[in-house]
T-cell receptor, first 110, second 116 residues
Framework: EDKVVQSPLSLVVHEGDTVTLNCSYE??????LLWYKQEKKAPTFLFML????IEKKSGRLSSILDKKELFSILNITATQTGDSAVYLC??????????FGKGITLSVRP | EAQVTQNPRYLITVTGKKLTVTCSQN?????MSWYRQDPGLGLRQIYY???????DKGDVPEGYKVSRKEKRNFPLILESPSPNQTSLYFC???????????????FGAGSRLTVL
């Protein structure tokens, strides 16, 4: 059975801090790792990673995949209160099936 | 506007009363899927469909049915709802990229269902 584990489950930081969110996976026929952000509504897409060691970057967010060690990290620098959300990672396996982790709740305090 | 539309957004019903949650997408996506989201359990896949007339079970299919008669629609049917199906439901769709397997889902806004 495919499994995706995220850590920590929650964290609280202050504006301006840098955070690292972790995602490890065991996915049969692994094809890609995706990160989503969920505020009090539907998840929205952040990154898709398919190759090891190639950093994807969007503004203050960046992510990288390690296919040897089966994990990915999502970094957020200079955090803002608008970054407060649940961050989901998901592994794509056979038949394009996504398996999601339980999510990491990030709270950014002013 | 490209979107996934699901209805109803909120529903309170009673045990055993059949209900259908509709899902429609206007992006000509082959792949559609239903998820439920529960506190502490994350998003879990109920059913998915890779194209018209092709559906398959996800991780938690018990108590649910789906159909895919048209490419744009993927309704979720609860034949006899029970309280343990109280949850937040998301429909999602994407292009089916086949070999690449990447599945950048577009999610609907969610349907909050309460079964009393």
């Amino acid at each position: 059975e495919d499994k995706v584990v995220q850590s920590p489950l929650s964290l609280v930081v202050h504006e301006g801090d840098t955070v690292t969110l972790n995602c490890s996976y065991e996915v049969t026929n692994f094809r890609s790792l995706l990160w989503y952000k969920q505020e009090k509504k539907a998840p929205t897409f952040l990154f898709m990673l398919t190759s090891s060691g190639i950093e994807k970057k969007s503004g203050r967010l960046s992510s990288i995949l390690d296919k040897k060690e089966l994990f990915s990290i999502l970094n957020i620098t200079a955090t803002q209160t608008g970054d407060s959300a649940v961050y989901l990672c998901a592994g794509t396996g056979a038949n394009s099936k996504l398996t999601f982790g339980k999510g990491i709740t990030l709270s950014v305090r002013p | 506007e490209a979107q996934v539309t699901q209805n109803p957004r909120y529903l309170i019903t009673v045990t055993g009363k059949k209900l259908t949650v509709t899902c429609s997408q206007n992006m000509n996506h082959e792949y559609m899927s239903w998820y439920r989201q529960d506190p502490g359990l994350g998003l879990r896949q109920i059913y998915y469909s890779m194209n018209v007339e092709v559906t398959d079970k996800g991780d938690v299919p018990e108590g649910y049915k789906v159909s895919r008669k048209e490419k744009r629609n993927f309704p979720l049917i609860l034949e006899s709802p029970s309280p343990n199906q109280t949850s937040l439901y998301f429909c999602a769709s994407s292009y089916f990229t086949g070999q690449a397997g990447a599945n950048v889902l577009t999610f609907g806004a969610g349907s909050r269902l309460t079964v009393l």
